[in-house]
């Protein structure tokens, strides 16, 4: 996002935390591809260093404000970073730096339901911002039903719905499908989490179609990409139901490398209880991949049934029945591939969609005392 909006003439700035450390915090500055990127060094987390994260945060609202004023940051973008949010709010009331905020999923919610004390500090951080930028218009409905849920009263400034999007691939990087007939290599490549994502009902629905004698390694692989905290109970229940032959999982891969393990399977799988969009799942309908995923919001407004993808119900049988359907025929895939890659780069084209964002920062800051978003 920070390399298309320099090409869109604006002054970027990356601040990002540099996870190697320092024994002294300190800031390093380098140019990546027309973005300034600062990354700050921390002290790392020390049970014999009293007060280590107060130090940083100290030093990083120091270099924080060094920043601001030297390159006239008007405008400063970022998640829901406890600290770098607390931060820009900061620097919001003392330099009237306009503060957007992108919210790209429910982890404060899940938050909330393990803590209900941090309800008012979310309630409280989410209004605070200058606009609040939801990347699909199904999390924007899913966030305000969750808010009520919780009876937290978000009444944000301003608020809009827009997204990055995802690489347009040239014609060397279109699917191809793995060409084996007969055979369906399905893919399925996000974070293994407590909380959103369900790769177990894959794992479970393979199992089903073992038992029933529909798929063996002869006619079926599916490849599981992916880090987290569930990765090593999902693991578990593969050797539990003996899937070794049929399953595989591997750690992240490296982007290109990603794309190209997309290209020459055959179908994305992405079971998850709510999403926030699903980055792979664009990036594959950008390259003209099929997509199978759950029918839960915002993705089933995403995904129009046989038209641009597969929805299915968030249970093994109604997965496992999903898959055997794609591996007796290619034929409905096929159909979807075109109006899948067409529906992406409509909605999802990276450069138009940047043009849209500098149009927004502009008009949020508009409302604020200054009046123009910094061009080079």
């Not at 107060?54 to 970073?81: A, E, G, H, M």
């Not at 200058?130 to 969750?146: A, M, Y």
């Not at 794609?326 to 940047?354: I, W």
């Amino acid at each position: 996002m920070a390399e298309m909006l320099s090409q869109e003439e604006c002054e970027v700035v990356y601040l990002t935390f540099d996870s190697r450390g320092s024994f002294f915090p300190r800031l390093e500055q380098n140019v990546l591809n027309g973005v300034t990127v600062f990354s700050f060094r921390f002290i790392p987390f020390n049970s014999k260093i009293k007060k280590s994260d107060r130090i940083n945060n100290l030093f990083l609202w120091f270099f924080l404000k060094k920043i601001i004023k030297k390159l006239k940051i008007n405008v400063s973008y970022t998640y829901y970073d406890n600290v770098a949010l607390s931060l820009l709010l900061r620097a919001k009331r003392k330099f009237s730096v306009s503060v957007i905020m992108r919210m790209a999923g429910l982890r404060w919610y899940e938050e909330v339901l393990q803590q209900p004390e941090k309800k008012q500090f979310y309630e409280d951080l989410f209004n605070a911002v200058d606009s609040l930028n939801f990347i699909s218009e199904g999390l924007r409905r899913l966030c305000w039903q969750r808010a009520s849920e919780q009876d937290m009263i978000l009444m944000p400034p301003d608020e809009f719905v827009l997204e990055i999007g995802a690489p347009l691939f040239d014609a060397d990087s279109v699917w191809k499908g793995s060409g084996r007939p007969g055979f369906l290599q399905a893919v399925t490549a996000t974070r293994f989490s407590a909380y959103q994502k369900r790769q177990d009902l894959l794992v479970y629905a393979v199992a089903l179609l073992r038992d029933q004698g529909k798929v063996s390694a002869k006619n079926f692989n599916l490849l599981m990409v992916g880090e987290g905290s569930e990765r090593e109970r999902i693991q578990q229940i593969v050797n539990e139901y003996k899937l070794d032959d049929l399953i595989t999982i591997k750690p992240f891969l490296p982007q290109i490398e990603l794309w190209k393990c997309l290209k020459t399977a055959d179908l994305l799988c992405h079971p998850c209880e709510y999403e926030g969009l699903g980055k792979i799942i664009v990036e594959s309908m950008m390259m003209g991949m099929p997509v199978l995923v759950s029918r839960v919001p915002p993705l089933d407004d995403l995904i129009q049934e046989e038209t641009t993808g597969f929805l299915v119900e968030n249970t093994p049988e109604d997965w496992a029945t999903e898959l055997f359907r794609h591996l007796r025929t290619d034929d409905d895939r096929k159909k979807v591939s075109r109006p899948a890659q067409e529906y992406a780069r409509r909605y999802y084209d990276p450069r138009h969609n940047a043009r849209c964002y500098v149009q927004e920062f502009q008009r949020i800051r508009d409302a604020s005392p200054a009046t123009s978003v910094t061009r080079k």
